[in-house]
């Protein structure tokens, strides 16, 4: 099927009161490039950005596991072609992308109703919007879900995340991810002359030993990690103020949608980093609720059965994308030294068949996906 496209009136209310430069890197792999391609917002994320061209891993000391090379794939217009980009751009990019007057800053909801007829939504100061649908697309702790669904609590994987960006000094190109015991690190260009840099680190869910009070400590944390370029990244950070460290959870809501309400993104499927499929989902999802309401707008079904569509259309590839993120992530946080050894053995072996992991990508990557395109 061919996606549908309309312009849908749109109100989105940010709780921030200003576009800020937080955060610090996103991975935007194909399918998510895909998305910002057919609405038009691809040159912009790939205006201050690098090309996702390979992801080159490593064991702790810097010696070679596997390169995964996208180029051949992106040759052949298999796939769109993956982007490497500061948060803050992307932010800018989505902002700037739709009518000035459809983003609301500094809306803090006060009340939320939905009904048989449509939504209403009031915030503080006393505005009230009215519409057919509430998304909820507000994050892991999304408060959508909490009003409509009933609570549901992130589950913590017992692994941890740093984040932060410094000078590439060394110039890397290719996404560089380096993997130790119970720790991994990753080094990712992003366009102009900067370097993100992430961790991951197993932690007991009660441990505060996050290694931020000095770029001493956080260095020490990873100390085993002997490769110069993780080095000199770790050695650029002069202050860990700017380091941002997160929990590693999930949310899985049983429910995506319920009457004239729906959830997107990591409001209804917060999964692990491990894949930078995080945006990626979220734009997909983005992509079939539009097209389902579109559905809607022309006549074809109503509004009720756009949402049941779109939870349908979407609950299968989530639920795998979810569960190869997960496991990606359990066997890249393993720490013993035979399961460490076993697990570069395998990733080695595996890199020999370049062609087979070429096919496995475009099978996750492409967007549509083949069979609805």
């Known amino acids: 099927r061919h996606f549908t496209s309309v312009q849908l009136p749109v109100v989105v209310g940010e709780r921030a009161p200003r576009l800020a430069r937080v955060g610090a890197g996103i991975i935007m792999n194909p399918n998510a490039m895909s998305v910002l391609e ?10 201050r950005s690098a090309p996702y061209l390979a992801r080159e891993t490593f064991d702790h000391r810097g010696q070679p596991l596997a390169t995964r090379d996208y180029r051949p794939l992106y040759a052949d217009g298999r796939l769109a072609v993956g982007a490497l980009l500061h948060r803050a751009h992307l932010q800018e990019c989505l902002h700037d992308g739709v009518r000035a007057e459809t983003v609301r800053l500094d809306s803090r909801i006060v009340a939320l109703d939905a009904g048989p007829g449509g939504v209403r939504v009031e915030i503080d100061g006393g505005e009230v919007f009215t519409g057919d649908v509430l998304v909820g697309a507000d994050g892991i702790r999304s408060s959508v879900p909490q009003r409509f669904f009933g609570p549901t609590e992130p589950t913590y994987l017992g692994y ?3 984040r932060f960006v410094v000078p590439n000094h ?16 990753g080094l990712v260009p992003i366009g102009g002359g900067q370097l993100y840099v992430w961790t991951t680190f197993n932690s007991s869910w009660e441990s505060r030993s996050w290694a931020l009070e000095s770029p001493a400590a956080l260095r020490a944390l990873f100390a085993d990690f ?16 700017g380091v941002v460290c997160t ?3 999930e949310v899985q809501q049983t ?15 917060a999964l692990t980093p491990n894949m930078g499929q995080g945006a990626g989902m979220a734009m997909e999802d983005a992509a079939v609720l539009a097209d389902e ?3 809607a707008a022309h006549g074809r079904i109503d509004i009720d059965s756009a949402l049941t569509r779109y939870a349908e259309r979407r609950k299968e590839r989530v639920e795998t994308i979810m569960r190869l993120s997960r496991q990606i992530g359990e ?5 013993g030294v035979l399961p460490c050894w076993l697990r570069n053995v395998r990733i080695r072996r595996e890199s020999r068949a370049p062609e087979g992991t070429q096919a496995g990508l475009e099978r996750l990557l492409a967007w549509p996906p083949r069979d609805e395109a």
């Open 160 to 162: 941890r995340s740093h």
């Open 331 to 335: 066997e890249g946080q393993v720490s």
């Open 255 to 269: 429910t995506w949608t319920r009457g004239r309400v729906a959830l997107l993104g990591d409001a209804a499927h």
């Open 38 to 47: 057919a609405n038009g917002l691809a040159p912009c994320v790939r205006s």
């Open 293 to 295: 309401i579109a559905q």
């Open 170 to 185: 060394d110039g890397l190109e290719h996404f560089t991810e380096f993997l130790g015991r119970g720790r991994r690190i």
């Open 226 to 241: 002997s490769d110069s370029r993780v080095r000199r990244a770790f050695a650029a950070l002069s202050s860990t103020d």
């Open 247 to 249: 929990d590693i959870e």
